[in-house]
């Protein structure tokens, strides 16, 4: 389930705070997190808050990636709100 979709490109401690409050606002049961560029920060970060991470390490590119999910979405594998109703 896709609760919400954020880009942009922002200072590292605005990056964390917007993860942080969207931890807050949906509780998941863990964050997934890419380790790589300032994923492994955010990683190390948000793990001295005690927040349940667990790193992912991509094995594509983000291309790839977003190809492979694709997929998922088209075969309605993932819900996810409109865009027009974000």
């Given amino acids: 389930m896709l609760l919400e979709a954020w880009r942009g490109k ?3 401690s605005a990056f964390k705070r917007i993860v942080i409050d969207g931890f807050r606002e949906y509780e998941p049961n863990r964050l997934l997190i890419e380790k790589k560029a300032s ?3 955010l990683l190390q970060e948000l793990r001295k ?3 349940p991470v667990k790193p ?3 094995d594509r590119s983000k291309k790839s990636r977003a190809h492979a999910a694709e997929i998922a979405f088209e075969q309605g594998c993932v819900w ?3 865009r027009d109703r974000v």
């Fill in 49 to 51: 808050g005690n927040l």
């Fill in 56 to 58: 992912v390490l991509p």
């Fill in 39 to 41: 994923g492994i920060s």
């Fill in 80 to 82: 996810h709100m409109d």
């Fill in 10 to 12: 922002v200072p590292f």
